[in-house]
Antibody
């Protein structure tokens, strides 16, 4: 069974940082691109970033480019999202996603003073 | 950016009826890399269809996807009570990846 378990969310002030993690199991992690997708309260889904199976290629939405960094540790089957210079508009549930297999349950990030 | 337009915004149907959801792209989706997801309140999205027409593991065969290029369709042949939810399409063929705005299927 595919399992994606996010952690690291919480309340942070504008300008602050958070690091999200996603523990993957139930599939061959090293064979898949992985993504982060977010959903603001009551809103739709927005793609944030993706990383290739070996970690050599990364892409970002314009709204987070230069502030967020995606990475992965294939030895530990773990995906990360380092979020810096956070803004109020980054408030959302952040999902770890394998486009072809499934989604995690999400972790809430709240940016507020 | 590839804009995905889902229609209708809301679909009001009864159990047993057929649901047809549309997802139209502003430009051709490479390799027909389009997926459909179902989301219920306070739950994560659930993968239904990938590569436009491939059913995900464990998804009942009343769900089917079709289409290519810029026009895609999700069909639910006979609505079950648990199918009432919001449905999103996602294109992953072009950067940036983009989602449609969703179609709510309600009773």
């Amino acid at each position: 069974e595919v399992q994606l378990v996010e952690s690291g969310g919480g309340l942070v002030q504008p300008g602050g940082s958070l690091r999200l993690s996603c523990a993957a199991s139930g599939f061959t992690f090293t064979s898949y691109w992985m993504h982060w997708v977010r959903q603001a309260p009551g809103k739709g889904l927005v793609w944030v970033s993706r990383i290739s199976s070996d970690g050599s290629i990364t892409n970002y939405a314009d709204s987070v480019k230069g502030r967020f960094t995606i990475s992965r540790d294939n030895a530990k089957n773990t995906l990360h999202l380092q979020m810096n210079s956070l803004r109020v508009e980054d408030t959302a549930v952040y999902y770890c996603v394998n486009i072809l297999l499934g989604w995690g349950q999400g972790t809430m990030v709240t940016v507020s003073s | 950016e590839t804009v995905l337009t889902q229609s209708p915004g809301t679909l009001s149907l009864s159990p047993g009826e057929r649901a047809t959801l549309s997802c139209r792209a502003s430009q051709s989706v490479s390799n027909n890399y389009l997926a459909w997801y179902q989301q219920k309140p306070d739950q994560a999205p659930r993968l239904l269809i990938y590569d436009a027409s491939s059913r995900a593991t464990g998804i009942p065969d009343r769900f089917s996807g079709s289409g290519s290029g810029t026009d895609f369709t999700l069909t639910i042949s006979r609505l079950e009570p648990e199918d009432f939810a919001v449905y999103y399409c996602l294109q992953y063929g072009n950067l940036p990846l983009t989602f449609g705005g969703g179609t709510k299927v309600e009773i």
